[in-house]
């Protein structure tokens, strides 16, 4: 979150006068303990000469630190004059004197002694020698505690610089002086004056922050973003200011390898400060840092001297003084820039017309050294040029040789090579490597109307009029004619994994079954592999098999990458098919052969990834797909394969969310659904709004759970029947236990199944590849209720629809449907139903062996159990469902788990045990930051605290144990009122006092509990 900047006005001087002027954050002091505790010295003088020396790069901290290193003083009731140095005014004899002049004479309290009243209102300023000057400012400096602070002391004027060295040989007693300045810019005039006899010196290097301090400065960014920032911003808090206030693109631009981009806009914070105070710098300095910005890091100099056009000496001079300044590095011979924010600040300097010329310039030395084409082609790209067919070509080369490592330069290599020449017999490749480019640059709807004009002719006999197959034609049979078929293959291949991206799914379908249809089986791998993506993800599980079983044919998976995504594939082929052992036994192979891939193999199943991180997540392995979900995105980002990054940020957030990361999970949601945004992936945004929606039910105020809601539901729904599945699943069951404010549709009325308790699931059964198990509430975003099986809501009862949607077709996740109902028909008293349902989901668990899965069946157990009345058995599967849970991975789940346990055990009045498990679930809550779940421990809390206070057989009057004791024998209320001669709404009071005496909510649970209290 960008700051507002501060100028650090007269709270930093004396109270009158000017202060340090420079320009921070408004941000909480954090950090810096020892730094300060140092400092503070300065604060405590008796007798001691001292002199602290505070050295650091530019944004450092060290003016931060001045600052409240001031206040300490100020509110120790030191006397405290902070004035700091100016490059633009060091030309200027004295600047530094008179400014500390201006403060000593305008404040009274600094005027002692005869000599101040005869002479000049500020001497310092007038033409006094050096020793004269000094003289002055130690008596005014004098008699009284004072703190003297000189912040970016190497930019001061050599006149003040000298005075300052007398003052300081001759330093009064009870004066600290702090001296601030960059690192290894010490002023020369100062070093004999700090070495001078009774002067106490200490030397302090103010480090970069720690990660955590950091952290601490940017408290409202999401926890992976915020990461990012401070890794990339080095400890420095200007760095990370600067950083934070660019989009998460401008970002990549700014620190990628290859250099800034050559415009770009929302630099506001860089202009301010490091490129404002590289534009001050002397003319030949400012040249040099241009063209080190052009050229990027490097140990020529040759070419650094071509580009700026200066000679050898006159470069080995300026880049010393840059380094000096601290703004380059020299390590092992390499010249380059001490953070890329520097860079891209003095690549905004010029205009854009040297830069072009610039580049020209280096493009022609690199070529004239015959170096490689990829170090010649930025330059290229950027120079000015018309029609160059030897540019252009070089270009295209280049693109070919960085596709895989940086597809969207490669894009823009392309384009520009594009623009420079007219040769037809280079247009059909060129633009077949732009739209793979493109595609994995994560630009799709670009890709596909590069690559659409590429596709073969429907016509039977297309070699008879497509001309983009040149000499082939004559020979079919021909190598020409095979590359250009195998050209045409991957342009299908291309634009149809386009119109997956884009959400045209059957339009996708169609063109790679056309493809396979052409194609010899051992050349069809990598299009069976994107067809079985595409049917896997639209359920169509048949589909999905043959074209697993057909890629297995191929020999394809030979390749390890495709074998991989292979295996992964047939993992959860199996999985759907409730092949539980076998599937588990694929993914835990797929999960080693994707370990075993490099970078780069990696890379060509990158898409498959994500299909690993789902199987991990159906299997109750969720923190091992979340290693190679975080290593893809790692690889993906790195070597700008975007198009795949909002499907691992998806299955990263839905990961995440289920082992209790709230705030990471919420984070990684933000990133798929600003990624979605980005590269134009429609399906992804409402499946990724689905998991912050239920990450938001648990943490934030209904309101907020309310907007969000609304927001999702206004989204176009996903074309993939299995993300549709889930985007559906998630509006219904949270619009059921949401108060139904305006623009919210009451769920299946009133979905009660959805709305049962306060334990209700929300990670634990998300619809599955293969499952039809969602259904839409009715009114949503305008369509009507009905079940994926056609049942409508008028022949299904509400509480036990769930159910019936769960026998629709079985799959992995049923035993938590089947207990998502039953809980809902406990909500709704009708027990007969929910024991059918808790038996099923029993049943299901057990035929699954998914922990997940038996801790779902275990909790609805002992729901059930807990409404009948028999406490024992219910503490038993409460248990149960904890020690699943905890098997699963899944702290939030177990944490609901422990709250019912807490209940039922409140009920037995085992208060010991309860407020135990009542105590572990908020911790848990709270470390996760479940807000909302933490105020409903609460309420058990009090809730617990209020039926210990008052239970048991002796709280009872003599009429209320009669009730009790004929109630626990089974009379009804009308039975009853005969039997002792009351009314049957007495009886009914009674009863009301009875169960709230005895801390149970149902009659059934009033014989157990007088026998266990009677004991």
Known sequence: MAREPYRSGSTLGSGRGRSLGKECAIEPFVGRVRELSTLDAAHRTSGDRRVFLVEGPAGIGKSRLLAESADRARAAGLRTIAIAATEYEQSTPRHVLATLGEQLTSDADAITGDGAQGGPVNPLAAALDNRESARWLGVRLGGTPTVLILDDVHWADRASLEVLAGLIRQLPDRVGVILAYRAGQFPPELAAAVRAPRIVVTHLTVPPLSEDEATALLPEIPPVRRARLVEAAHGNPLYLQVLAELTPTELDETLRAEGPAPTGHGHAALDRTLRAELAHLPPRERLVAQAVAVCGATADTELLCATAEVTRPELDDTVDDLARRGWLTLTG???????????????????????????????????????????????????????????????????????????????????????????????????????????????????????????????????????????????????????????????????????????????????????????????????????????????????????????????????????????????????????????????????????????????????????????????????????????????????????????????????????????????????????????????????????????????????????????????????????????????????????????????????????????????????????????????????????????????????????????????????????????????????????????????????????????????????YLCARGDFDEAGRAAEAAITYYGQAGMPIFRAQAMLLAAEIAGQRGDFTTATARIAAARAEFTAAGAHELLTAATAAQRKLAGHRGVSGPNALTEREREVAELAARGLTNKAIAEQLYLSPRTVEDHLGRILRKLGITGRAGIAHRLTELSR
């Open 333 to 863: 011979g390499i010249i380059d820039f001490r953070h890329p924010l520097i860079r891209t600040a003095a690549y905004r300097l010029p205009g854009p017309a040297w830069r072009a010329a610039a580049h020209g310039r280096a493009a022609e030395f690199l070529r004239g050294v015959d170096a490689p084409v990829l170090a010649r082609a930025r330059h290229l790209e950027h120079a000015f040029g018309g029609r160059d067919p030897l540019a252009a070509a070089e270009l295209v080369q280049a693109a070919e040789q960085a596709l895989t490592t940086a597809p969207a330069t490669s894009a823009r290599w392309i384009e520009t090579a594009l623009h420079r020449t007219q040769d037809p017999a280079t247009g059909y490749p060129a633009r077949l490597l732009l739209g793979r480019a493109l595609l994995l640059s994560g630009a799709a709807d670009r890709a596909r109307d590069v690559l659409e004009p590429l596709l073969p002719h429907q016509d039977p006999s297309p070699h008879a009029s497509d001309p983009t197959l040149g000499s082939a034609q004559a020979d079919p049979t021909s190598a020409a004619a095979a590359s250009a078929m195998t050209e045409r293959g991957e342009a299908v291949l291309l634009y149809a994994r386009c119109e997956r991206i884009l959400g045209r799914v059957d339009s996708a379908r169609q063109l790679l079954t056309r493809a396979i249809e052409g194609l010899a089986p051992a050349d069809s791998g990598s299009v069976q592999l994107e067809l079985a993506i595409l049917e896997s993800q639209d359920n169509r599980d048949r589909e999905a098999g043959a074209r697993i079983r057909a890629l297995y044919e191929s020999g394809a998976v030979r390749d390890p990458a495709i074998g991989a995504a292979a295996r992964t594939l047939r993992s959860m082929q199996q999985l759907n098919d409730l092949n539980i052992d076998t599937a588990r036994t694929e993914y835990r192979a797929a999960e080693r052969e994707f370990a075993g891939l490099t970078d780069t193999q990696l890379l060509d199943g990158v898409h498959a990834v994500a299909a690993l991180g789902w199987m991990a997540y159906f299997l109750d392995d969720q923190a091992t797909g979340l290693a190679h979900i975080e290593r893809a995105i790692r690889v993906s980002r790195r070597r700008g394969h975007s198009f795949v990054l909002p499907e691992l940020h998806t299955v990263h957030a839905y990961s995440l969310g289920k082992l209790g990361r709230y705030d990471d999970a919420l984070a990684a949601a933000e990133d798929a659904l600003e990624t979605a945004r980005l590269h134009g992936y429609p399906g992804i945004a409402p499946l990724a709004g689905a998991i912050k929606l239920r990450v938001l039910e648990d943490i934030a105020p209904t309101e907020e759970v309310a907007r969000w809601w609304r927001t999702l539901d206004a989204l176009p729904r996903p074309a993939m029947h299995w993300w549709r599945g889930v985007v559906e699943a998630a509006l219904a069951e949270i619009a059921g236990r949401l108060p139904n404010p305006a623009g919210i549709p009451p769920a299946t009325p009133p979905h009660p199944a959805l709305a049962a308790t306060e334990l209700e699931p929300t990670f634990e059964s998300p619809v599955p590849a293969g499952s039809r198990a969602a259904t839409r509430p009715p009114g949503a975003n305008g369509s009507d209720s009905a079940t994926a099986t056609g049942s409508t809501s008028s022949d299904i009862p509400a509480h036990a629809r769930p159910a019936a949607r769960a026998e629709s077709r079985p799959h992995p996740m049923q035993a938590a449907e089947f207990a998502v109902a039953a809980l809902g028909c406990v909500a709704q008293r009708d027990l007969e139903t929910a024991s059918v349902l808790v038996a099923r989901a029993e049943e299901a668990a057990e035929r699954l062996g998914i922990p997940g899965q038996r801790a779902a069946a275990a909790r609805a157990r002992a729901g």
